[in-house]
């Protein structure tokens, strides 16, 4: 059922036109952007976005000229982990595994995932209670299991479904933030 949902959702959002990704996911960053969650957020966890996710390029550099700390990952293929850096400027960024922008091994490191004010966390589909399928790979569940800061799904509204099947060892977002609406999740 995972995959079959994962795939069917991954497809609808490849068929998405450039203009359509570029507008829905200003609405959700500005959605976000107004909330007292963002606005009080110091040190950020952020995804660089690829394939039509919602968009956080535009984003982040806003964050960096807002003298926002601005934390982005790079994957780990052996073990399927993320290490985290410190970004700031957005010319620190080059093409890495998955062909999704990655830091330079030139950037500072991040370990202290304790002093995180929010985390940004990417996704194939959500639903209403938080839970959320991913590639596949575990990656950002790994991760997650670590962080206690509040955890923001950006999607847009056709990724949103009643509910998904969850195993044990996934990790649940808090808020999901669409185009349309703001989601607090029923944990």
Not at 25 to 31: E, Y
Not at 80 to 98: D, K, N, R
Request: hydrophobic fraction near 35%; glycine fraction near 4%; include cysteine.
């Amino acid at each position: 059922m995972k995959s079959h949902l994962r795939q069917q959702i991954k497809t609808k959002r490849q068929q998405m036109l450039p203009m359509e990704v570029q507008q829905k996911s200003h609405d959700i960053i500005n959605r976000l952007q107004e909330s007292d969650l963002y606005k009080s957020s110091c040190t950020i966890l952020f995804y660089v976005s690829y394939n039509n996710e919602v968009s956080t390029h535009t984003f982040i550099q806003q964050a960096l000229k807002a003298q926002k700390k601005v934390i982005v990952p790079c994957s780990n293929i052996r073990d399927s982990t993320l290490s985290l850096f410190i970004l700031t400027q957005w010319l620190q960024l080059e093409h890495g595994a998955y062909s999704i922008l990655e830091p330079k091994k030139t950037c500072i490191s991040f370990s202290s995932l304790d002093i995180l004010d929010l985390v940004l966390v990417p996704g194939v589909v959500f639903d209403i209670k938080g839970n959320r399928i991913g590639h596949g790979k575990g990656y950002y569940d790994r991760l997650l299991q670590k962080v206690t800061a509040p955890r923001i799904g950006l999607a847009y509204d056709f990724q949103v479904v009643d509910t998904i099947p969850a195993d044990p060892h996934d990790q649940k977002v808090d808020y999901i933030i669409t185009e349309s609406r703001s989601i607090k999740c029923k944990n």
